[in-house]
């Protein structure tokens, strides 16, 4: 067993945060082996990839589990190195760096003529692309998914594109760009599309869908003074309401979240390094200590620097294949294989979900499949890829072209982020792409669009300077993203015959060359067109800023600035600054997707509508490789949307669950297996001592001083009350039902605490000896197991076997019991019978009927049917099982956890009166 690790030192920091995220691969493995109950804890999804969506997926299985039914391993590559997007953070030193696994450029292939791709790399990270991304998130157009599956578009455009938009922070204005440049360029950008937009090939207002803010308010509350208000618009304004909407649909959809709910903080631009953290801390708290007995509690785990090697798989009779684990190599260079839990008989089954980048999922995928699935989904994989067309147009221009600046005091512009979709219909077919517009005032030498963009302002001193900036010149860049074919011959994703990766075929890319001239695809051949439209596009929008006058055109780092005369056409524009000049090279966006497109069809697609990869049980894809098209957008949102929509799938019909209870007829559900039930209980005890849920049952663990766990919502006076519970061991299954306490957190009478001290009992530092002194217990214990603590009539300790501390006993009640060396019989305070032997496996229930001070017990194996009435007991005791005080309800319910005792309890319910 691997000794605890804590955080460790670096040379210059304390890993603190990444062992608060992070297990290692050992203390994962180890984990799996446990037992909690009589249950192994194999993983029952097993997330490849601790990025963007692999932790949206994961968290999204976390939090969806209402019964605790299942165990989520996350396994990444990289390290944990940024808490969040790095533009949130103060030291502003950038993303992490990236590495590149696929052979893109080798020697090998250059040799053969093919051109150097400029592909960036995956970012080898906990969060991945999230912690460096744009954050520009356009929901496709209609047009732009309609190669789609039906169900999918349907499902994404009525629920989960609102989610996802509200996870990302998308659904709401972009609170953090305001201001005169804001409002003054998104009039002037307004005005310029209602003259000359539809000539340019802007796509009209009303064939785009209305701002999220706007789409997911309530129509009632969207009168037109909310709307300008939020436009930051005078009240005084008198801008028609359609016009209000189209301002909005200018606003740039920005995943960056400045303001929330009262009492929170906003997590900025978003990333999903927080939702994993949050997710690992959840399942951290829940396990209730450190090392492998608590590790083994915990329902999700998180290993970096392990690199997925292998999927293992077996191929069924029927030909599905079944991925039954991973082989992985951790930092050490190490080789394990994580085992995936077994099917079961309800049809459920444990998953494999590939959430890498679109690149290595696919090489992950052919590695994988490639015999197994020959002939078949493994044939297709790897085609398809496809990426955006990106181009960039940087200009300067003086404030004298702003026509619609509204007036102000303040001479600094500040910043602004606009959006604008165009299309254009090449061999008959809509082609779509969109503007993202970024400005920023600046002094006349100023280059940079972002300067006052996406950072975060770190002391006063630098907001004064900004507001006393003498902003005589506004850069805008308008930053072209297209859309590319798919089904491109030239754009692939196959397995390199000479390189590799860690011992296995690294992948090679080949991708269509639309920056190029030679010959080509019809597919790459359209790109070009599609290209150059967007170009054109560009340089009219360009010239919707400049009014006619002179300004500037900024050139990359390094090369000269171009001035552009008064009156110039957009084909002067191109003249001046030739497209090819501004082209960035194909991949670089990130954007690259497609390779395991989802489809209805197992002939003509490599996953289904679900992302599940044909003709396997239980291997999917959360990744942009699972987009048939891409259509414009950036594939944030995109691909939020599906994770979430793939894990509520998978949560639903794939994976484990618990039954549903319903109540018995006049009993109300206090316990009825999930979370939100568990909820509306407390612990009282010691730490790492308590309850945990496992897939709709309470079971008991630990090691300390015993715990209570009690319904804290309400209290009762008289009631019947059902639960069920069952045994692990048949020697080792103390545990007991309390009834009647008082609350655990107040201080008990002096009286009960007189007699809690002469018995030796920590009531002072433990609680849960609230229960044992102020209420009774129903015991469960077959063994009776004596307490080395007390004196039984001159002897000690307490011999076993005693009735009154057997299962349906109230504890410790005299039950008549022989005295041995007395030879006599206790005293018979309750009416006790035994009840049905307990046995490890079966679920037993009890039936508590607590009526005045009359306590009547009955027990019932659920299994074999035999019931027997155990105890019949009538308190005389005035200081204990208190009903009411002050005309109300004062009894409190709950169950122990008892050192060393494994007993679970499931439907737990109540029938007052």
């Known amino acids: 067993m691997q000794q605890l690790l804590n955080a460790e030192y670096t040379t210059f920091t304390l890993d603190n945060m990444g062992r608060y995220l992070a297990n290692t691969l050992q203390e994962a493995l180890e984990s799996s082996t446990g037992v909690v109950g009589d249950s192994r804890r194999d993983f029952d999804v097993i997330v490849v990839g601790g990025g963007t969506f692999g932790s949206i997926i994961a968290e999204r299985l976390l939090l969806n589990d209402p019964t605790h039914s299942r165990r989520i391993l996350v396994l990444e590559a990289g390290p944990f ?45 906990v969060g991945g692309r999230s912690l460096s991304w744009g954050g520009w998130s356009p929901q496709p157009l209609d047009p732009e998914v309609s190669g789609w599956p039906p169900s999918v578009v349907d499902e994404l455009k009525n629920r989960y594109f609102q989610e996802s938009s509200d996870q990302i922070g998308v659904d709401e204005t972009n609170d953090f760009i305001y201001g005169r440049l804001h409002v003054g360029l998104r009039k002037q950008l307004l005005e310029g599309l209602k003259t000359n937009g539809a000539a340019v090939g802007a796509v009209p207002f009303m064939e785009q869908p209305d701002h999220p803010v706007v789409r997911y308010s309530n129509p009632a509350d969207l009168t037109d003074a909310v709307l300008r208000d939020w436009l930051g618009l005078p009240a005084k304004d008198a801008t028609p309401r359609v016009e209000l909407l189209s301002l909005f649909k ?119 499949f490639k015999d197994s699935l020959g002939g078949r989904a493994a044939q297709r994989i790897g085609r398809n890829l496809i990426a955006h067309l990106r181009s960039n147009l940087t200009i300067r221009v003086p404030i004298s072209a702003l026509k619609h600046l509204p007036p102000g005091t303040s001479r600094a512009l500040q910043a602004s982020a606009l959006f604008v979709k165009g299309k254009a219909t090449i061999n008959g077919f809509e082609r779509y792409f969109h503007l993202q517009i970024t400005a920023s005032g600046l002094s006349k030498l100023g280059d940079d669009a972002e300067a006052e963009l996406f950072k975060k302002i770190p002391d006063v001193e630098h907001l004064e300077a900004m507001l006393r900036a003498d902003d005589s010149h506004v850069v805008i860049t308008l930053r072209g993203i297209g859309e590319m074919s798919p089904r491109n011959p030239d754009s692939k994703v196959e397995l390199a015959r000479f390189d590799a990766e860690f011992g296995r075929p690294a992948a090679y890319v080949e991708i269509g060359d639309a920056r190029g001239t030679g010959p080509a695809s019809a597919e790459t051949e359209l790109d070009r067109q599609v290209w150059e439209a967007m170009d054109k596009f560009t340089d009219q929008v360009a010239l919707m800023f400049t009014a006619g006058e002179a300004f500037e055109i900024l050139g990359r780092a390094g ?60 291997c999917y894809v959360a990744a942009p490789a699972l987009f048939p098209t891409t259509g414009s957008p950036n594939p944030m949102l995109i691909g939020v949307a599906l994770a979430r929509r793939s894990a509520d ?78 045994i692990f061991d048949g020697l080792r299954h103390n545990s007991g039902v309390f009834l009647r306490f008082r609350h655990p957190q107040e201080p008990v009478s002096a009286a009960l605490r007189a007699r809690a001290i002469a018995d030796g009992a920590p009531i002072d530092t433990n609680p849960a000896w609230t229960a044992v002194y102020s209420g009774f217990e129903v015991q469960i214990d077959d063994t009776a197991r004596g307490d080395v603590t007390k004196d039984f009539y001159g002897r000690r300790p307490e011999p076993d076997g005693l009735w009154k501390n057997r299962t349906g006993a109230i504890y410790k009640i005299p039950a008549g019991d022989f005295i041995a060396h007395l030879n006599r019989y206790d005293d018979v305070w309750q009416q006790y019978k035994p009840g049905p032997a307990l046995v490890p496996g079966p679920w037993f229930e009890y039936e508590i009927r607590v009526s005045g001070d009359r306590y009547t017990v009955t027990l019932r194996n659920l299994a074999s049917g035999a019931k027997e009435r155990t105890t019949l007991y009538e308190n005389t005791d005035k200081e204990r099982g208190i009903a009411t005080l002050a005309g109300r309800p004062a009894g409190y319910v709950g169950i122990q956890s008892y050192p060393g005792q494994a007993v679970a309890f499931r439907n737990i319910r109540i029938k007052r009166g």
């Open 250 to 368: 200018l606003e740039a959809p920005l995943a960056v979240q400045s303001q929330t709910e009262p009492g929170l903080f906003p997590f900025n631009k978003f990333s999903a390094v927080p939702l994993l953290v949050r997710a690992a801390r959840i399942a951290a708290a829940e396990a209730d200590g450190v090392g492998a007995e608590a590790d083994a509690r915990k329902r999700l785990m998180v290993v970096t620097s392990c690199h997925v090697l292998d999927l293992i798989t077996e191929t069924q009779e029927d030909n599905w294949v079944r991925v039954t684990g991973v082989r992985v190599q951790d930092r050490d260079g190490a080789v394990r294989d994580v085992k995936l839990a077994l099917p079961r008989q309800d049809g459920t089954q444990g998953v494999v979900i590939i959430a890498l980048g679109t690149i290595e999922s696919t090489r992950l995928a052919l590695n994988t």
């Open 649 to 726: 799938v998978l949560a639903e019909h794939v994976l484990r669950g618990a039954e549903t209870l319903t109540p018995d007829p006049g009993f109300e559900l206090l316990f009825d297996g999930t979370e939100t039930s568990l909820n509306r209980w407390r612990k009282v005890g010691s730490a790492g001592q308590g309850f945990v849920l496992v897939n709709g049952e309470l079971i008991a663990y630990g090691a300390r001083d015993f715990a209570i766990l009690y319904y804290a919502k309400e209290t009762f006076d008289d009631f019947t009350l059902r639960l069920q519970f069952r």
């Open 81 to 125: 190195v940024l808490p969040e997007h790095w533009q949130n953070l103060p030291f502003m030193g950038g993303a992490p760096d990236m590495r590149r696994p696929w052979v893109a450029d080798g020697a090998t292939w250059l040799a053969s003529g093919r051109k150097p791709l400029g592909f960036p790399g995956l970012i080898y990270a």
């Open 559 to 618: 090369e000269i600035t171009i001035p552009v005369p008064a009156g110039a056409s957009a084909e002067d524009v191109a003249l001046y600054f030739d497209h090819g000049r501004r082209r960035d090279p194909l991949g670089s966006t990130h954007h690259d997707a497609g390779t395991l497109w989802m489809g209805t069809d197992p002939a003509a697609s490599v996953t289904n509508e679900f992302g599940r990869i044909h003709d396997t049980t239980n």
